[in-house]
Structures are given as structure tokens and as C-alpha cells.
């Protein structure tokens, strides 16, 4: 009698639960919900929390959070012909769940549909503006304009496109190569250039010192000749004066000077007679001592 006492009130316990939890359901706060019934949406939960359903609904969940979305790089052909590389990506989120349901129904296909019209928007949009344009500052711009096209297209999906980035826009690598060569051959260019200006400057430099140079030392040539003219000028003045005085005197000056320059070296050998003017002052003593 208890076995089955117990036996039906675990029945029913069951019951109540798989009752509960076909009835109630919860939304987490990063969630929200639509309910369908027999795939026929029924209502629409944004709030969280515990609610309630008909037994015989489901509820689809969807994330109320900004999403990410990564495009394939792109090549692109810009307006001037140019070849780029561009990768892009977006941030997007649902804000409408029953116009998502109905046109896309889970996020692999949104994520599938989305990827094709931003590929789409990137192509056209940087397609019509200039290489040197979508590297410039301009990219800002470029990426609101395809942003606001890629939300005119999506509208009707219950989503809504928040940003779009340019994370790389770059030449095809065979081209970098090319232009790094070309950017290297004129950077050696302009190096030589350079060189050649400063070469020349300081040939330049180097001339105007040494003109310079040469103009000073004749300068200062011809100050120390008339220096040492006026000097010579003096000292023969200043002879010619005491000559004038005492002949005598200046005569036995003029030998004392012969006799000092002519007789430093040790090892002096002259070849004169004994009675040559040069010996005059020799003896002239010894002579007066005889007398």
C-alpha cells in the first residue's frame, strides 16, 4: 500500500516537473526571447527574467549583446586602377527578434547574409575613391558611408549594424614589393643627392678658406716686410747717427760684431795676411803696452 502510495506520488512529482518545465522558462539579462507556437511566432521577451509559455510552445533564444562579424579580405580596384587588399570587419546586434526570426532565423544565416553585403558595400565604396584616398584620413568617413549602406540593406533583417572597421588596407604583395624597391631606389637617389649638395657646399667652404687664407698670410707678408723695412730703416738710422758722432768708435763696433759672427765655431780658419784691415784691433793694445 505505501509502495504504491510512493510510487504515484513520484508520478506525480514527475508530471508536475516536466509540467513546470515545459510552462515556465527563463531570459538571462544578455538574452532575449521569441515565443513560437507550432513555428508561428507568438510574443516577443526582452526582459529578463521567469516567465511563462503555453506547454505546446517553444521559445527561441537570441543574443541582445553587439556581435562581431569578420569579412574574408578583399581585393578591391580603386578608382585610379589600383589594387588593395582589404580587410575589413563589423559589430552588429539584433534589435528587432520577430523581424530577425522571419527573415533569417538563426545567426549562422545572418552571419552568412551579412558577410556577402558588407564584402559588398567594402568593394563599392572604396572602389570609387582614390588609393591615395582610402590611406588618408578620409577612411573614417569611408567606413560611416558603408556602415549606413550596409544597415539601408539590412532594415528588414531586425538588425542593426553599429560600426565598421577598416582593420588593413594594402597593396597585393607583389606590388609592395615594387614599390618598396622603387621607394628604396629613390631614397638611394636622394641620399646621392644629398651628398652631392654637401660635396659641393664644402668644396665651396674649402675654396673661400683657402682664398681666405692666402689673402691673410699676404696680408700679413706684406705687414711684417714694411715692419721690418721700417726696422731696418731704424737701424741704419740709428748706425748713420753714431757713425756721425764717433767714426772711430763705430768702426771698432762694426769689428766686434765681424769678430763675434765670423769666430762661434771652434774649428774657424781664416787665410788673410798679418797685415789685413779685418786684424786692425788685434795687438793695438800689446803695441801701446810697448810704448
Known sequence: M?????????????????????????VDQTQQALVVQFGEPKAVVTEPGLHVKQPWQTVVVFDRRVLNLDAPAEEVIAQDKKRLVVDAFARWKIVDPLRFYQALSNEAVARTRLVAILSSNVRRVLGAQSFTAVLSGERAKLMLDIRNNVNVETKTFGIEVVDVRIRRADLPEQNSLAIYRRMQQERVREANDFRAQGEEVSQRVRSRA?????????????????????????????????????????????????????????????VLTPDSEFFQYFGQESARSRR
Not at 706684406?222 to 731696418?232: A, K, N, V
Open 2 to 26: 505505501n509502495r504504491a502510495l510512493g510510487m504515484i506520488v513520484a508520478i506525480v512529482v514527475v508530471a508536475a516537473g516536466a509540467v513546470a518545465l515545459s510552462v515556465f522558462y527563463t
Open 210 to 270: 683657402d682664398r681666405d687664407v692666402t689673402v691673410i698670410r699676404a696680408e700679413a707678408t706684406r705687414e711684417s716686410e714694411i715692419l721690418r723695412g721700417q726696422g731696418d730703416a731704424e737701424k741704419n738710422r740709428i748706425f748713420a747717427d753714431a757713425y756721425g758722432k764717433d767714426p772711430d768708435f763705430f768702426a771698432f763696433y762694426r769689428s766686434m760684431l765681424a769678430y763675434e759672427t765670423t769666430m762661434k765655431s771652434a774649428d774657424t780658419t781664416f
